[in-house]
């Protein structure tokens, strides 16, 4: 799993509340990603970060901010959740190959937005 | 932009069956492919990739050759087992894309395969 830890693994929150999800990883890879998983969908890209304070939008940005103040921590908030956030939240880090990068993915974040 | 198809799912399929899932891709470079594999309640793990064209990738069971002129990658098994119910994901990797030379991953939208004993 090389070694990314997501938390929380579960949560609840209502419409309107700020809800911030954490990404720890251990072996201070460069690359990180935030997706959503949603039915019909596959994965989508949040927003993604190359570097410490280093971060740029994916294709479903609107609605969530990131920040990345240490290389192991990449978190993901959504200032004021709506439901249609309600997803399951994917960390990723990238590792750079000679032929190609190879991607490893966090165990999720299932959050429901009531 | 950069796009991969898969075929819509659920796939059903009794134990020891042939397994076919269909994948093509759209890319303005020369992306590298992937599937993963994702078991219920967890996260995605690679199970296999090519990188050019023509390349075969292969791991448990499972192959998929990198097809240039068909832009495919189709996933198959042989003979699948009850363990293999998960949902498995096409994906490219175009340094093109968002995540500057590390290319980030576009997804197709999953095939949930179940396997009936």
């Known amino acids: 799993d090389a070694g990314i830890t997501q938390s929380p693994r579960h949560k609840v929150t209502e419409t309107g509340t700020p809800v911030t999800l954490r990404c720890h990883q251990t072996?201070?890879?460069?690359?990180m990603y935030w997706y959503r998983q949603d039915p019909g969908h596959g994965l989508r890209l949040i927003h993604y970060?190359?570097?410490?304070?280093?971060?740029d939008k994916g294709e479903v940005s609107d609605g969530y901010s990131v920040s990345r103040s240490k290389t192991e921590d990449f978190l993901l908030t959504l200032e004021s959740a709506t439901s249609s956030q309600t997803s399951v939240y994917f960390c990723?880090?990238?590792?750079?190959?000679?032929?190609?990068?190879?991607?490893?993915f966090g165990q999720g974040t299932r959050l429901t937005v009531v | 932009g950069d796009s991969v198809t898969q075929m819509e799912g659920p796939v059903t399929l009794s134990e020891e069956a042939f397994l076919t899932i269909n994948c093509t891709y759209t890319?303005?470079?020369?992306?590298?492919l992937f599937w993963y594999v994702q078991y219920p309640g967890e996260g995605l793990q690679l199970l296999l990739k090519?990188?050019?064209?023509?390349d075969k990738g292969s791991n448990k069971g499972f192959e998929a050759t990198y097809r240039k002129e068909t832009t495919s990658f189709h996933l198959e098994k042989g003979s699948v087992q009850v363990s293999d119910s998960a949902v498995y994901f096409c994906?490219?990797?175009?340094?093109?894309?968002?995540?500057?030379?590390?290319?980030?991953?576009?997804f197709g939208k999953g095939t949930k395969l179940s396997v009936k004993p």
């Open positions: 990723a880090i990238s590792v750079k190959r000679a032929l190609d990068t190879e991607a490893f």
């Open positions: 072996e201070n890879h460069r690359y």
């Open positions: 970060s190359y570097g410490v304070k280093d971060t």
């Open positions: 890319a303005t470079g020369y992306p590298s």
């Open positions: 090519a990188t050019k064209a023509d």
């Open positions: 994906a490219l990797s175009d340094p093109g894309n968002y995540g500057g030379s590390q290319g980030n991953l576009i």
